[in-house]
């Protein structure tokens, strides 16, 4: 694409920040270029024309000036909705940013993800709709890793590649090791079963599909865990966007 080329585009409203007295600076993830950055000026002005299209979990069709490098700018908007569920709700809140921040902390800005486009909008609908919001942050959780660095193998042994064993996973082996060779990591996470099978199934769900899911509190607070482990030890990332979330664990006991 050339430098400044007027188009139009389909975009997630990431984040905004403030930029000079009466601009903003929003990110967006677009369907078509990836994550962009772009000046909305104007935008803090209390007759601003264009206030639906910045608020905060908004998506729809935009035309803008999209340059490959540096800011691009929003002409207008031609078709906005809007996430109102979780823009009312605290916690759908929290875990519909952290999930938003993980896709922007794993891809470098400008590289188009038509697919975690998708799935972003899917995921985002769903906790609008009513589905458990860690749930869903979980699967987002579990498929991202890939893109960090680390790929689990969550199908087999990683070591003989048998299937029919009870599973633990191990950080060392990066992966899953069964029964019979547990004693090659003194150090592995020593997982239910129950736990092991969602980590599997989050690893190849396909989100567009999802029509029920009701996981029990144990496992949640386990998948919660081992997740946290895995991002903090292997991937070495924790938005700020999750402390936020831990904390609203603190309070909810």
């Excluded at 660095?149 to 029919?164: L, M, N, S």
Aim: net charge neutral; hydrophobic share 40%.
């Amino acid at each position: 694409m050339s430098k400044g080329q007027r188009t139009d585009f389909n975009g997630i409203l990431l984040y905004t920040k403030a930029y000079r007295e009466h601009d903003l600076l929003i990110k967006f993830l677009t369907k078509e270029f990836g994550k962009k950055m772009f000046l909305v000026r104007g935008a803090k002005r209390p007759k601003f024309k264009m206030r639906a299209a910045v608020l905060p979990f908004t998506y729809g069709l935009y035309s803008g000036d999209i340059k490959d490098d540096g800011l691009s700018y929003i002409m207008t908007d031609k078709h906005l909705d809007h996430f109102q569920n979780i823009s009312e709700d605290i916690t759908k809140n929290a875990y519909a940013t952290y999930i938003m921040s993980l896709i922007d902390m794993a891809y470098p800005d400008g590289e188009p993800i038509p697919t975690w486009y998708d799935k972003l909008l899917t995921g985002l609908h769903l906790i609008d709709e009513g589905f458990d919001e860690q749930i869903i942050t979980n699967i987002f959780e579990v498929q991202l890793l890939n893109a960090y660095g680390v790929a689990p193998d969550w199908v087999d042994c990683v070591i003989c590649h048998r299937t029919d064993l009870p599973f633990d996973y191990s950080e060392a082996y990066g992966g899953l090791l069964c029964r019979n060779h547990w004693d090659k990591d003194p150090y592995r996470m020593h997982l239910d079963a129950r736990t092991i099978y969602y980590l599997r199934l989050f690893s190849v769900v396909d989100l567009s599909k999802l029509t029920h899911i009701k996981v029990g509190d144990q496992t949640k607070k386990a998948l919660r865990e081992v997740l946290d482990q895995i991002y903090s030890r292997s991937v070495g990332v924790v938005p700020k966007s999750k402390h936020f979330i831990d904390q609203l664990g603190k309070f909810k006991l």
